[in-house]
C-alpha cells in the first residue's frame, strides 16, 4: 500500500489522454534519435571476433539505458547545460553545444577513417571493416562515448517534449529496449551486406557533421536527415534486389 500511495504522484498521467499522446510521440521520436547510435554501435561490433559480438552490443546498448536513467535522475543539472559558458563567433555556447561539437568531430574522424580504409584495401590497420579485429574493451569504450553524447541529446529533447518525468523514463526504457531487439539483425544484416557498411558509414559521416553545426548554433531538422537516410536506403535496396536478380539470371543462364 505505502509503495501504491509512493508511485500515485508520479503516475496521475495515466487517466490524462494527452499525456497519452505525449508519451507515445516521445517514444516514436527517442526510437528515431536511437538510429544513429544503433548504426554506430552495429558497424562497431561487427569488427570484434564474432564470439564477442552480441556481448558487446548488449553491454553498449544496457550502458545507454543505464547512462540515460541516470541523466534522467540528474535532469536539473542537464537542463543547465544549456545555458551559454561563453560566447565566440557571435555565438554562445553551452556544454550541451560542446558536448555535440565533441561527439560529431569523433564520428567524423572515425567515419572519415573507416572509409578511407575500406576503399584502400592495402590499408586495413585499426578499421571497423577490415581483417584486424579490436578488442572488446576499446569497442565498450568508444560505444559509451558516443552513449554520452546521443544520451544527452536524447535527455533534453524529451525535456522539451514533456515536464513528466515518469513519461521520460518509459520513453527512455521502450526505446532503449527497441534498439535492444533491433541491434543484431541490423549488424548481421550489415556484416552480411558489404555495400551496406559504406552507407552506414556515409551516414554517421553526415550525422557528424550535423551534430557539429547544432553544436555550433545551426540547427538542423532532423527530419531531413532522416529523409536523406531513408532514400538512400531505399535506393541501396533497389541495388541490392537488382544484383541479386542478375544473379539468378546468371544462374539460370547455366
Not at 62 to 75: C, D, G, P
Not at 100 to 120: M, N, R, S
Not at 183 to 212: Q, Y
Amino acid at each position: 500500500m505505502q509503495l501504491v500511495e509512493f508511485l500515485a504522484p508520479h503516475f496521475h498521467f495515466v487517466s490524462d489522454p494527452t499525456a497519452w499522446v505525449a508519451l507515445l510521440t516521445l517514444v516514436v521520436l527517442e526510437v528515431v534519435l536511437g538510429i544513429d547510435n544503433l548504426i554506430f554501435i552495429s558497424i562497431l561490433t561487427n569488427k570484434l571476433p564474432e564470439a564477442q559480438r552480441a556481448r558487446a552490443r548488449r553491454l553498449g546498448i544496457s550502458a545507454a539505458l543505464v547512462m540515460r536513467l541516470i541523466l534522467l535522475a540528474t535532469i536539473s543539472v542537464i537542463v543547465q547545460l544549456t545555458a551559454p559558458v561563453f560566447t565566440a563567433f557571435g555565438h554562445g555556447f553551452s556544454w550541451r553545444d560542446l558536448i555535440l561539437i565533441a561527439g560529431g568531430l569523433f564520428l567524423v574522424w572515425k567515419a572519415t577513417k573507416e572509409i578511407h580504409h575500406t576503399v584502400d584495401p592495402q590499408d586495413h590497420q585499426d578499421t571497423m571493416v577490415g581483417t584486424l579485429q579490436m578488442s572488446l574493451a576499446r569497442a565498450i569504450f568508444q560505444i559509451l562515448l558516443l552513449d554520452l553524447v546521443f544520451s544527452i541529446d536524447s535527455i533534453i529533447t524529451a525535456v522539451g517534449m514533456t515536464d513528466e518525468i515518469a513519461i521520460m523514463y518509459i520513453a527512455v526504457i521502450v526505446a532503449v529496449s527497441v534498439m535492444m531487439l533491433a541491434a543484431t539483425p541490423l549488424a548481421n544484416f550489415i556484416a552480411k551486406n558489404p555495400s551496406i557498411v559504406m552507407l552506414a558509414l556515409g551516414f554517421l559521416l553526415m550525422i557528424g557533421m550535423t551534430l557539429i553545426a547544432d553544436g555550433m548554433g545551426y540547427h538542423v531538422p532532423k527530419g531531413y536527415i532522416y529523409a536523406a537516410m531513408g532514400f538512400s536506403a531505399l535506393v541501396e535496396g533497389l541495388n541490392m534486389l537488382a544484383r541479386h536478380r542478375k544473379k539468378q539470371g546468371s544462374g539460370d543462364g547455366h
